[in-house]
């Protein structure tokens, strides 16, 4: 298979040491890149170790995709056993640092080992320097990409982490170009703990791809037919917050720590609200539907917004003013820290609060409140101490009934969408394969434009593609899926565009086996990686099957546990996984994994 430089670069923080490996034709054709790539490593090289040890690694990982010229390409997975969930973990972020890697002529770069003091990385092609961080060290992640610019010169990549990551807070995560952010489940506290503050990345070569002149025409032709869409304008006038006002209509908001899932002061927020502020747009390399909206918030700075941070930081927070709930994401942008787990540890905080758990208050929509404790968490102090290791652990600090209204599964917090009404995306919470995040699975529009109700197996299959489509195949050539998803980007491009990139044609068949085995693989690092292993870890929020919606047109409405249980035994047998959600031996021989039989029959 072509359109791969076919390099890792790894690089030992604890000694030095600096490797430039082989990626073995079987890897490529098994895995393909991306989140394949990291899923494979981090089964292979990281094993029984404490997330935040030496010992864990960080994998930067692109795909035969990545940086061509081809719509929304400019993305990487940036992957590693997560300290917020002691499983597999990752997260995909659009950055120039994947364009340069690849084009210094690496596909994946892996960081290993501790360095002892504060330090960064730099890659210039062949070259490769670890150099002396102690200057950017409790700099926020804007600054550190001002300082490496000037430094380095600005056409260079910059993955940093903030004084978040340096503490290892554990939902910290890695910025990029001042507000591209990837990695949720603690990719940055993984970075703090090894001392790495950044990896500033400049390549000068060429990408290899199999058929340049094919991949230029056909990227051409991509990017005409997405801005001929016809939800095209109103996208770049609001970008994923369009579907704000949808989410509120149909009781899909996150509001006050998701106990409801409509908002009294939506129009405040929605996408309209964002069009009266809005100053600016940006986005990822190679797009030409930039998302990231820029406005001024109540401080007068910018701050870049999606729907994602507007709903958990806004109506899950009570929180009534987009300019706001700006301030609250650039502080979260500049520290490096998660915003969809953020909101969710605010609301849980403020609910703690409310019910008399925690003797600090912090009452809805409290902006200067929600700022003091945004330094608590950065700082692990006061209300940080509870709370900076995720709503899983605080609810077992704060005690009394918090375990049913901390918003997570498998330890990653819910992102924001309410799920009272909607067993089809409770579902795909609870299989994604890092904890609770919409990215493999957004089945919710389709659902509630269907069937909402219904437990029924086509709902279940329904995951089971987009998984298949979403977390396997875009996450792997690596791409971002919103062109398809949101413009409706015809989805046969892509097996072209693969085929033009490696040379090599896969069939419907072959990409959905690709997407099954990456799945297969992660949920076999979980089973090995976390002892007791049962399917209660595939199980939605308490919340949600316990206190129906008390507002709104769905009033009453909350999940059916037995229900949700015959469909997450339906989606096991899609699997072919066990009744505890474990990949059956034939299941793994099939996908060719059958070198993980023997470690899972361990874990019986
Ligand atoms: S659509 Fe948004 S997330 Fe996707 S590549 Fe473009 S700017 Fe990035």
């Not at 056993?81 to 994947?98: Q, R």
Request: with cysteine; aromatic share 8%.
């Amino acid at each position: 298979m072509e359109g791969h430089a076919g390099k890792i670069l790894r690089i030992n923080l604890s000694d030095g040491g600096i490797a430039k490996e082989e990626i073995s034709e079987e890897m490529r054709t098994k895995f393909l890149g991306g989140r394949g790539f990291a899923a494979k490593i981090l089964w292979d090289e990281v094993r029984d170790v404490e997330p935040l040890s030496e010992e864990n690694k960080i994998i930067f990982s692109t795909g035969p995709l990545t940086g061509l010229p081809l719509p929304s390409s400019g993305k990487m997975v940036i992957a590693s056993k997560s300290p917020l969930t002691g499983g597999y973990g990752d997260g995909n972020i659009g950055t120039m640092a994947a364009l340069h890697l690849r084009r210094a002529g690496y596909d994946v770069l892996i960081v290993e080992g501790k360095s002892e003091a504060p330090c960064y990385i730099a890659i210039q092609d062949e070259e490769v320097r670890i150099i002396d961080a102690g200057d950017l060290w409790g700099r926020t992640t804007f600054e550190s990409q001002d300082r490496l610019e000037a430094e380095h010169g600005k056409s260079i990549g910059v993955l940093t982490i903030g004084p978040a990551g340096e503490n290892m807070v554990r939902f910290a995560n890695i910025i990029s170009q001042r507000g591209r952010a990837g990695g949720r489940p603690g990719m940055g506290a993984v970075m703090g703990s090894k001392n790495l503050k950044a990896v500033v990345v400049k390549g000068t070569g060429k990408i290899p791809a199999f058929d340049e002149q094919k991949l230029r025409e056909m990227g051409k032709a991509g990017y005409e037919e997405i801005k001929g869409k016809e939800n095209y304008d109103f996208w770049i006038r609001q970008g994923t917050l369009m579907v704000f006002e949808w989410c509120n209509e149909n009781s899909c908001l996150p509001t006050y720590n998701f106990r409801e899932g409509a908002f009294q002061f939506s129009k405040q927020l929605d996408g309209y609200a964002l069009e009266k502020l809005k100053v600016d747009r940006k986005g990822c390399p190679l797009c030409n539907m930039q998302c990231g909206n820029i406005i001024k918030d109540v401080e007068g700075e910018n701050t870049e917004l999606d729907y994602e941070n507007v709903g958990m930081l806004g109506p899950n927070l009570g929180m009534d003013d987009l300019a706001k709930v700006g301030v609250l994401n650039r502080m979260a942008d500049e520290y490096g820290l998660d915003t969809i787990s953020l909101g969710s540890c605010l609301g849980f905080l403020m609910e703690a609060s409310e019910k008399g758990l925690i003797d600090a208050r912090i009452k809805w929509g409290d902006l200067e409140g929600c700022k003091k404790v945004i330094e608590d968490i950065v700082k692990k102090r006061d209300l940080g101490e509870i709370i900076f290791e995720g709503v899983r652990k605080a609810s077992e600090r704060v005690g009394g009934e918090s375990r049913s209204w901390a918003m997570h599964v498998k330890g990653l917090e819910v992102s924001a969408y309410n799920c009272h009404a909607c067993p089809g995306m409770a579902l795909s919470f609870g299989t994604s394969p890092i904890g609770a995040h919409h990215k493999d699975a957004w089945v919710i529009s389709w659902e509630v434009s269907t069937d909402r109700f219904s437990y029924s197996k086509e709902k279940v299959e329904k995951v089971v593609e987009l998984q298949r489509l979403r977390g396997g195949l875009f996450e792997s050539m690596t791409t971002c899926r919103l062109p398809w998803i949101e413009v409706d980007f015809g989805i046969h491009w892509y097996p072209k565009f693969l085929q033009a990139a490696t040379g090599k044609e896969m069939s419907q068949e072959e990409l959905f086996d690709l997407g099954d085995r990456i799945y297969a693989l992660i949920r076999s690092y979980w089973v090995r990686e976390n002892r007791g292993w049962t399917r209660e870890m595939d199980c939605p929020p308490v919340r949600w099957f316990e206190e129906p919606l008390s507002q709104g047109n769905l009033k009453g409405q909350r999940l059916d546990r037995a229900r949700y249980d015959e469909m997450l035994s339906r989606y096991y047998e899609i699997r072919g996984w066990d009744e505890n959600g474990i990949p059956l031996k034939q299941t793994l021989d099939g996908l060719g994994l059958g070198d993980v039989v023997g470690v899972l029959s361990k874990h019986g």
